[in-house]
């Protein structure tokens, strides 16, 4: 019994180092030529240095590939959000720093960016897709945004976040004043006042550039640091 284990564990073991070294190759290919979009299949066993039966052994396609990576990323944004927010009650900003966390980063990196956009953001078992939906259901319970149908409320703003996410990939030079400008009228369409809701993003990005830096490890202040580029 003992050794029939150790062999589950060994091809476990196994299992998962094929499935990272397939999963950063095909990150690494994509980094390549973000602008041309996603690597082939041969670009990605070659990088890898396998052959393509081992590649669809693990993975239907790149663009699986592409997703489950994707759902990493997303994840992993999830937990610099819980590592960032713990002193933050509002739900508005709540919600407004998580939404600018993840544009301030798709300027940071366009490889990142390219994955994220590519990824299911409005999957109903997600964190981002419960995150937030709880955070605009507790904003409208205190009278901080208006919308009369959830459902549309949360898809137009993991839609938008999604979109201008993937135009972040796509652009050479990301002006501050689209991520600003986009953050606000999210809010705005969810019901903020056009002030309020300028004062709301001011507020966010005075808060995420004060706390990240002690916060979140991969953290470089978009507007001051160059980005990373292909």
């Known amino acids: 019994m003992d050794s029939e284990d150790h062999r589950v564990r060994v091809a476990k073991i196994r299992r998962e180092r094929m499935t990272e070294r397939l999963l950063q190759a ?29 590649f669809y052994k693990y993975f239907v396609s790149v663009d699986e590939a592409i997703e489950r990576r994707a759902s990493d990323l997303v994840d992993e944004m999830i937990e610099s959000l819980k590592h960032l927010v713990g002193d933050q009650k509002r739900p508005v900003m709540l919600f407004t720093i998580s939404v600018h966390l993840f544009l ?3 300027v940071l990196d366009r490889t990142w960016a390219a994955f994220v956009a590519h990824s299911d953001m409005l999957r109903a078992e997600g964190a ?3 995150g937030i939906t709880r955070h605009l259901a507790e904003a409208s319970a205190n009278g901080e945004v208006r919308f009369d149908d959830a459902v549309a409320a949360r898809t137009l703003a993991i839609g938008a976040m999604r979109e201008a996410i993937r135009s972040n990939a796509r652009s050479a030079d990301v002006r501050r004043e689209f ?6 009228m999210i809010l705005i369409g969810l019901g903020v006042e056009r002030e309020e809701a300028s004062a709301l993003v001011t507020e966010a990005t005075i808060f995420i550039r004060g706390a990240a830096p002690d916060r979140l490890g991969w953290w470089r202040d978009p507007w001051l640091q160059p980005r990373e580029t292909v």
């Open 26 to 54: 095909t990150m690494e290919c994509y980094a390549d030529h973000v602008l041309a979009g996603p690597p082939s299949v041969d670009e990605v066993i070659v990088r890898a240095d396998v052959s393509r039966a081992t």
């Open 104 to 106: 301030m980063r798709s």
């Open 179 to 184: 991520v600003d400008g986009m953050m606000s």
């Open 128 to 130: 981002l897709f419960n």
